[in-house]
């Protein structure tokens, strides 16, 4: 599903470089939870933009799905993440001014999904996740569980195959945290891959493999 | 408080940039209404410098059935009103007289007033060297003596006390000089620098006098006394002599004739008062547009500063306390930006003068005195109050822990703030959306009164006053030999194609009218006496104006003083008495019994402004038979009139070297002065509605970039989520344009709520006009556009990897 080859990041500085990521070479199959662990700068949320074609400024060859993302133009990357990605956020960044229900929607409404088909999918995602309740609720009035269970809810709406999480426990307590990541579990079980950070060895617990990186260079 | 101040001081200073902007934009909107003050001040609401001057009315008579509603009065109308209005304390009749000052050098014209002596007991003023008339100076032979203002005094005569009981010539007579009147009095305008008695003859106080209005009367109301209680004394006198006076009982009847009274100050104000005021309220609402900017940026400090504050608040700033630190900093503000205002204001009157309002009415006074000063300080700490009390508030109802936690992402304050920030830009909006309607229809009704045609030709002409003294010119033939002397002279200068004079030139505000009739007009039972302008021409006048003659002939050399009597009438005159018929060869009469024939019909012309009505007739006569002392000189030219000004100067004085000329100006000069009262408003409006405009673009574009600074993690998200810079553009542009269209329409709404009163000083153009009112929101949508161009572009250009990594 992700290969990528000796990729590298690399921020020019006034006394030289400095590498990002040096010499990456990764490959993830479908169906994995990969963890990425590491000390804060070791390069963790770089690699993390990176698969998520957030960033293009890298050298090196990446292929998605078989698609040589660093042969794509800056529009076919973008075609190629709204369909394949979804992302989970540490401070879940929800939109404040929009409702549960609204937050859901929005992912579908940028893949021009019809209106009633967004009806439709918005309901299932909130009776699956048990949060028809809350749907008329805005972030501000849900715990940060709650709002990072919406975040995630959110991050699958589309039909990912790829879900992308930054730290999706960081600002949750243990039990909030642990149930987070059951269903990252239970999601994967279901077909999703899933790549989260996460400096949590007890978080990491929950994937299938460790990828851990120190100053920008993989470990193993 | 000073703690509050220096603290403020210091934080400002730490933002140069933002205390910079900040009062240069405050400088220029108080300063601007400053300026515009001393003028509102100086015209409308200063009083005169005459103890109780509220109490001082002008009295006229009114014919409003002949289409005279304002005319003088005459020497028996003032002397019945005087003794007969118990409302009034004193009253006074006077009349406007040129002197030529005798001088080796080059004669001088100083303006002067013929005046009962009882003027400065009605003004409660006395002189402050020598005296002031006495009664006796009132009668005929005795009143050859002088009072003069305190500036010729100082200006002509060295300021020298001696002066008192030593004689000047004036119009080659002599006057002995009796006073020297304080300074900065003056009646009724600085212009006026001396004054001389105006002694009636017994036959002037005869009933025969009435109807020889050539003077103005004012009158002091005793202290209680109300303007309708004089009214009604002025009715009584009116029904007695209609009584008493049996011939001309149908006349006062069918003209609606009666004497009636005005304050002093509305007199001569009411006509610019709307335009002043409108000014006024246009610079204010600039005011208005620039404090919400300023405001805009505090509450942007203050969403940057709620950290600080925050951290004040834990180390226990109470709210109080933060109120008053971010208080302290409007205000300071709003003291800086009001004293730069002064220098803007004094900068700006001068500017003003050249814009054309020196020549409004009592403009003379405008200065940036006491009450301006006080007016800018109101200003400055009302709307420091005012628009620094709203981010103060904000800030210091933060939640410090909020806040703290927050640190750096979108805070509280700013989510608290973006209402206040967009209502205020929406204000903006509003107001410029007024402003600019208003004055884009001001600009079109400036152009209607334009395209106006006055009947005649003014470009190419330069004209002259003079006025022949009476001692010197006391015989016909004398006038008509200075007359023929000096228009011959005009008449052989290089490029001169014609030349000619009047004694009442258009748009000079002067007027002269009478009743005339015709043994070939039947006035119908009831209808009021004929009564038409009266006009002395030579024959080169026609020519040199342009007038188009429709029927019959000009005047010419031959229709000369003892050839038959004959005048040209206009075509309002012919169509309102002898509609289909041909005027030529019928005769008029007025004064004498003798008659003058019609020879010719001209197209009527507009004497007091481009937006009169023509409704009254004019009669023209030949000066070479009814010559007066009252000379206008018309001279047109092929080329530049200006050129010739010296060339005009030079011919009076070869005609006769001691009689001065005075205002000597272009016909498009003239009419363009008539046209300041509009043109200047119309100038001013459009001045502040693009100053107002260019505020809320900035306006608009300050809450949007802030918007988009503050949304920057939302962008990311959402770009995250998968929208395309198209979709996140259209966030931003949907936020300014639902500021644009709410503040487009509060303003439009607003606009119509004013629009009778703005109706009210416009011209040929309604105060709905569809088109011009669609103008003004299209104009402002357009700059509000190009105003979000710059936050959209930021927004679009969010990158998800950065906004994202600022958690």
Request: net charge neutral.
């Amino acid at each position: 599903m992700i290969q990528l080859n000796h990729v590298e990041k690399v921020y020019p500085l006034k006394g030289g470089v400095f590498y990002a990521l040096r010499n990456i070479n990764l490959t993830i199959n479908e169906g994995e939870f990969v963890s990425i662990m590491g000390p804060s700068g070791s390069g963790k949320s770089t690699l993390l933009h990176i698969l998520g074609l957030h960033d293009s400024a890298w050298n090196g060859e990446y292929t998605l799905h078989g698609q040589a993302v660093h042969q794509l133009d800056k529009k076919k990357r973008f075609d190629l993440q709204k369909k394949h990605i979804g992302f989970v956020f540490q401070s879940y960044h929800l939109l404040d001014d929009l409702t549960v229900y609204e937050n859901l929607e929005i992912p579908l409404s940028y893949r021009d999904v019809a209106k009633k088909e967004r009806e439709s999918v918005v309901c299932d995602v909130l009776d699956k996740f048990g949060i028809v309740a809350k749907k008329d609720l805005y972030p501000s009035q849900l715990s940060g569980g709650q709002q990072q269970l919406v975040g995630v809810a959110r991050a699958l709406i589309a039909k990912p195959s790829l879900i992308l999480a930054d730290e999706p426990t960081g600002n949750l307590h243990s039990d909030q945290g642990r149930e987070i990541m059951s269903l990252f579990k239970k999601l994967n079980a279901e077909g999703t891959t899933i790549i989260q950070v996460t400096h949590s060895e007890e978080n990491a617990t929950f994937g299938s493999r460790t990828i851990r990186l120190a100053d920008g260079v993989m470990l193993g | 408080m000073l703690t509050d101040l220096r603290f403020a001081l210091r934080s400002l200073l730490k933002s140069p940039g933002f205390a910079l902007v900040a009062v240069l934009t405050l400088a220029l909107c108080i300063g601007a209404n400053s300026a515009i003050f001393s003028v509102v001040n100086a015209i409308l609401l200063k009083p005169y410098p005459w103890p109780d001057s509220d109490r001082l009315v002008y009295v006229y008579n009114s014919y409003p059935q002949m289409g005279l509603p304002n005319a003088g009065v005459s020497i028996p109308d003032y002397l019945d009103r005087r003794a007969g209005v118990r409302a009034f304390a004193d009253a006074a009749m006077f009349n406007t007289m040129s002197f030529n000052l005798a001088s080796d050098a080059e004669p001088e014209r100083i303006v002067g007033l013929r005046t009962t002596p009882s003027l400065f007991t009605t003004l409660q003023t006395g002189a402050a060297l020598g005296r002031v008339f006495n009664d006796s100076e009132a009668e005929p032979g005795h009143d050859h003596v002088i009072v003069l203002s305190h500036t010729l005094w100082k200006n002509r005569f060295g300021a020298n006390r001696a002066i008192i009981g030593t004689t000047i010539r004036l119009n080659t007579e002599t006057y002995t000089v009796v006073g020297v009147m304080p300074d900065g009095f003056y009646f009724p305008s600085p212009q006026n620098q001396a004054w001389v008695p105006f002694a009636f003859t017994a036959a002037q106080k005869s009933d025969h006098e009435r109807g020889n209005e050539y003077s103005s009367m004012i009158a002091r109301l005793k202290p209680g006394a109300t303007p309708a209680g004089a009214q009604a004394d002025l009715d009584l006198i009116q029904a007695r002599n209609a009584e008493r006076l049996v011939d001309e009982r149908e006349f006062y009847k069918t003209s609606g004739f009666g004497g009636r009274l005005n304050g002093f100050l509305e007199q001569n104000v009411a006509g610019i008062r709307g335009m002043l005021w409108l000014v006024q309220a246009g610079v204010a609402a600039a005011l208005l547009i620039g404090c919400a900017n300023v405001a805009s940026l505090l509450l942007a400090r203050a969403v940057a500063r709620e950290r600080e504050l925050a951290i004040r608040a834990a180390l226990g700033a109470g709210r109080a306390w933060l109120m008053r630190l971010m208080l302290a900093e409007s205000l300071l503000l709003f003291l800086a930006g009001g004293s730069a205002g002064l220098l803007v204001a004094w900068w700006g009157v001068d500017g003003l003068g050249s814009l054309g309002l020196s020549t409004l009415p009592r403009a003379y006074g405008v200065q940036l005195d006491f009450t301006v000063f006080a007016f800018t300080l109101f200003c400055a700490l009302l709307t420091g109050l005012g628009f620094g009390a709203l981010p103060a508030w904000s800030a210091s109802r933060g939640d410090a822990a909020a806040a703290l936690k927050e640190a750096g992402t979108r805070g509280s304050a700013g989510k608290r703030t973006s209402f206040v920030r967009a209502a205020l830009v929406v204000g903006e909006i509003a107001l410029a959306v007024m402003l600019l309607s208003t004055a884009g229809l001001l600009v079109r009704s400036f152009e209607k009164l334009q395209q106006e045609n006055p009947g005649f030709s003014p470009g190419g002409v330069i004209t002259a006053q003079l006025d022949l003294p009476d001692a010197k010119y006391d015989r016909d033939e004398k006038r008509t030999a200075f007359a023929d002397a000096a228009l011959s002279r005009l008449r052989a200068l290089p490029g001169v194609s014609a030349a000619g004079l009047t004694d009442v030139l258009p748009f000079t505000g002067n007027n002269s009218s009478g009743s005339y009739s015709s043994p070939d007009i039947q006035v119908p039972a009831g209808a009021p006496t004929p009564h038409g302008q009266q006009r002395v021409v030579d024959p080169g006048y026609f020519h040199a104006m342009g007038f188009t003659l429709l029927r019959g002939r000009m005047f010419t050399d031959a229709d000369a003083p003892g050839a038959q009597r004959v005048v040209i009438i206009d075509r309002l005159l012919a169509d309102r008495y002898w509609p289909g018929q041909d005027p030529i060869g019928k005769q008029i009469t007025r004064n004498d019994p003798k008659p003058w024939t019609i020879v010719g019909v001209v197209a009527p012309v507009k004497f007091q402004s481009l937006e009169e009505d023509l409704k009254k007739e004019t009669l023209y006569y030949p000066y070479a038979q009814a010559p007066g002392n009252r000379i206008i000189l018309t001279v047109r030219t092929t080329g530049d009139p200006t050129l010739l000004a010296a060339a005009v100067r030079e011919a009076v004085h070869s005609a006769d070297p001691e009689q001065p000329i005075y205002d000597v100006k272009t016909m498009q000069q003239r009419m363009d002065n008539v046209s300041q009262h509009r043109r200047a408003p119309m100038l001013l409006i459009s001045l502040f509605s693009g100053v107002a405009l260019l505020l809320a673009v900035l306006g608009v574009y300050g809450v949007l970039a802030f918007s988009v600074a503050q949304r920057t993690t939302e962008f990311g998200v959402r770009l995250a989520l998968g929208a395309t810079a198209g979709d996140i553009a259209g966030l931003v542009l949907r936020q300014g344009s639902r500021l644009v269209l709410i503040g487009v329409l509060t303003g439009l709404a607003g606009y119509l709520a004013l629009s009778q009163i703005i109706g009210r000083l416009l011209y040929g153009v309604a105060a709905t006009d569809p088109l011009t009112l669609a103008i003004a929101p299209v104009v402002l949508a357009i700059a509000a556009f190009a105003a979000c161009l710059i936050p959209v572009r930021r927004a679009t250009r969010v990158s998800p990897m950065v906004a994202l990594r600022a958690e």
